[in-house]
């Protein structure tokens, strides 16, 4: 029972934390930004501010039913992928509810937030968002593909679909999965890039060329409810990268405070040196068309991944 | 330089074909005065025989103590660089001037604008009769008859104290004590 | 009531706070003035360190700019704009044609004073406002914020026959759909 009572409190502590880990690393990217071009930036918490005011817009515009669901079905999906996902390896606080064919679970999961989007966004009749939703439901068919055969890759080389189990088994050999099946670890790398919508492959939401696609219709306190969830969303992938390809973080032998503080101090720093990879490659970059971007991912990213899953195949 | 070969030869070609007088005015710009009936050959000969291929601007001035509207078109050749006017008058009361769209194509635009601006007629003209202005319903405003700055002061809502137009740099040095140096004087309304 | 009092201030607080320090201004150019905002966006006068950043639609803006003269043609499109936005909403007037008619004072097709046909908070006068007139305007904006004395959105919508009678006067073809919100 109390077990139970942990695990609740667990849930909803991981919750708050993505939350909030999600909107400052926005901030700490725009400040970054901003220094790069030379400039000084807003403060870092510029994020929680936007999202203040949204929230307090004294009117509200709505189309209809799927208006108001669009912003719902995005904090449903990104709240749901998060409790499958263990933010502690084995800890006694934080395993949420992961299971053990969770790795599949996951990745049909995590479209289900685009759908709702494109279906309130389809609701407002704007035909820009009607465009800017295809252009992000063909990106993301492009990104899948790497994406699908490095996960697939992990998953024949060593037999498990759970994400604990890849993270205990990293833990144990002492080598990570980035060193242990390298194509793998690139195929999905150019996949993150897709993923966190950065340049080149942000014409999804771009606004001075589409007028903001999915988005535009969208004002006050849905604008801020679906801002804070690609946030969280954010926060999610990155954590999933950690712990498939970079060790994960925590120790499944001891569940003290202070264990579990140092745990979530080193899955903190491991995301954020990880998401400056996008970053970074963002800084430099035009945009890319729908149709490069997807001739982009099915080139080379492709190729790492099908030689991941032949490397998993037949050297292990 | 100041022989002027090309250009006394351009006029030369052109006033004896017609019969109409014309000027030099300088380095790269002649002048010819032609009748509203004849512009339309002038301009293809110029375009077909002497190279002119390229239609610069067209536009319209208002003679009102002459009763007359004067339309002038610039053509220019880039083999030559040497502008051309072609000048003509036509009646203030009912003006009409010949189409040209088919000459060029950019005429249309211009055309346009003169029938919504000055009020002049081109029969054959296709294009829509609001293309600068929305819902105008005085005479066309770009005709000396018609007192702009009495329409925007009965039209739009102004703010007081505008009438009395006051020199800034002067009220300014007045209120602070200072003095208006001399290089800042040549800039005054004066 | 003494605890309602006092609790409505400090929700007030938050919210002006929140609302001064993260202005959505759209982007939409409506005359010459417009040259003047990308010089106050980008590095060397920074916006962005007051928390503006540019919006593309008006359901997404809070802030919008009145760059310079309007024609009659501009005005009808942009109270269209003006009440697509959501409340709280304010409207800067750039430049000198919106306070008196600036240079295009005779002229038969644009407006001399803003003043009549939407409400406005704040005027940043020059012909065009240098960059440090500009985020002078927003800190002053910012300041009408945090007082509360900002609340033009409601103005309209209370005063709306005054508003329309004085719109309809210039705008003769009225084909636009009713304020329902």
Redesign the interface.
């Known amino acids: 029972m109390e077990d139970l009572g942990l695990k609740i409190f667990g849930a909803i502590l991981t919750t708050f934390m993505a939350f909030a880990v999600g909107m400052t690393y926005g901030g700490i990217v725009?400040k970054l930004t901003?220094r790069v071009?030379?400039?000084?930036?807003?403060?870092v918490y510029?994020n929680f501010?936007?999202l203040?005011?949204l929230q307090?817009?004294?009117?509200?515009?709505a189309h209809g039913f799927m208006g108001h669901m669009a912003p719902v079905w995005i904090i449903i999906a990104a709240v749901t992928v998060l409790m499958f996902i263990p933010i502690l390896n084995g800890n006694l606080w934080f395993p949420n509810l992961s299971f053990h064919g969770d790795l599949i679970f996951l990745l049909y999961m995590m479209v289900f937030g685009s759908l709702g989007m494109a279906l309130g966004a389809g609701q407002t009749g704007n035909p820009n968002s009607a465009i800017g939703v295809t252009r992000g439901l063909s990106q993301m068919v492009g990104y899948e593909i790497p994406f699908v055969l490095a996960l697939v890759a992990l998953m024949i080389q060593y037999e498990t679909t759970s994400v604990q189990d890849l993270t205990q088994i990293q833990h144990e050999t002492g080598v990570w999965n980035a060193f242990a099946n390298p194509f793998a670890f690139l195929a999905a790398l150019f996949a993150s890039l897709g993923m966190f919508r950065y340049s080149p492959f942000d014409i999804v939401g771009a606004?001075?060329e589409l007028?903001?696609g999915p988005?535009?219709?969208?004002?006050?306190k849905y604008?801020g409810t679906m801002m804070s969830g690609g946030a969280v969303f954010a926060f999610i992938k990155l954590t999933l990268y950690v712990h498939l390809f970079f060790g994960g973080a925590g120790n499944p032998d001891n569940s003290g405070i202070w264990a579990t503080l140092a745990g979530i101090g080193i899955l903190l720093i491991k995301t954020f040196l990880l998401y400056m990879i996008p970053v970074f490659y963002g800084w430099i970059n035009p945009r890319y068309r729908t149709e490069q971007a997807i001739r982009y991912f099915w080139g080379w990213p492709t190729a790492l991944g099908i030689l991941g899953v032949l490397w998993a195949v037949y050297i292990y | 330089m100041t022989d002027l070969v090309k250009e006394n030869k351009l006029l030369d070609a052109v006033s004896q074909a017609f019969k109409i007088k014309g000027k030099v005015i300088r380095n790269r710009r002649v002048e010819v005065y032609a009748d509203k009936n004849m512009v339309s050959s002038i301009l293809l000969f110029a375009k077909k025989q002497l190279g002119y291929i390229h239609m610069a601007h067209m536009t319209c001035v208002d003679w009102i103590d002459q009763g007359e509207f004067e339309l002038v078109y610039t053509i220019y050749s880039p083999i030559e660089k040497i502008t051309l006017f072609v000048k003509t008058r036509i009646d203030r009361e009912n003006p009409e001037m010949e189409n040209i769209d088919s000459i060029w194509d950019q005429a249309n635009t211009y055309e346009r604008e003169m029938r919504e601006m000055f009020g002049i007629e081109f029969p054959g003209l296709v294009g829509e009769h609001d293309f600068i202005l929305e819902d105008w319903d005085q005479i066309p405003p770009m005709r000396k008859e018609f007192d702009t700055h009495k329409y925007s002061a009965e039209t739009f809502f102004s703010r007081p104290g505008r009438e009395d137009a006051k020199e800034v740099r002067d009220e300014l040095s007045k209120r602070s004590g200072t003095i208006v140096p001399d290089f800042a004087k040549k800039y005054s309304r004066e | 009531m003494e605890n309602d009092k006092n609790s409505q201030k400090i929700v007030d607080y938050i919210q002006n706070f929140s609302r001064k320090h993260s202005l959505f201004v759209l982007a939409y150019g409506t005359g010459c003035g417009a040259i003047e905002i990308p010089a106050t966006m980008t590095s060397r006068y920074d916006a962005e360190r007051f928390g503006i950043r540019g919006a593309a639609t008006p359901r997404q803006a809070d802030v919008l700019l009145i760059t310079g003269y309007l024609s009659t043609k501009t005005l009808k499109r942009v109270i269209r704009v003006y009440e697509q936005m959501q409340e709280p909403k304010y409207v800067i007037g750039f430049g000198s044609c919106t306070i008196n008619g600036g240079m295009y004072y005779d002229s038969y097709n644009t407006i001399n004073g803003l003043d009549q046909y939407l409400p406005v908070d704040v005027y940043i006068n020059g012909c065009m406002p240098r960059p440090e007139s500009v985020i002078s305007g927003f800190v002053k904006l910012q300041e009408l914020i945090q007082d509360g004395k900002a609340n033009n959105g409601e103005k309209y919508r209370e005063n709306l026959e005054h508003y329309r009678t004085n719109q309809k006067k210039i705008i003769k073809n009225w084909k636009m759909p009713d304020y329902n919100w």
């Open positions: 725009r901003a071009q030379n400039r000084y930036g807003p403060p510029q501010l936007d203040l005011k307090s817009k004294k009117t509200n515009i606004p001075a007028a903001s988005v535009s219709e969208f004002g006050g604008l």
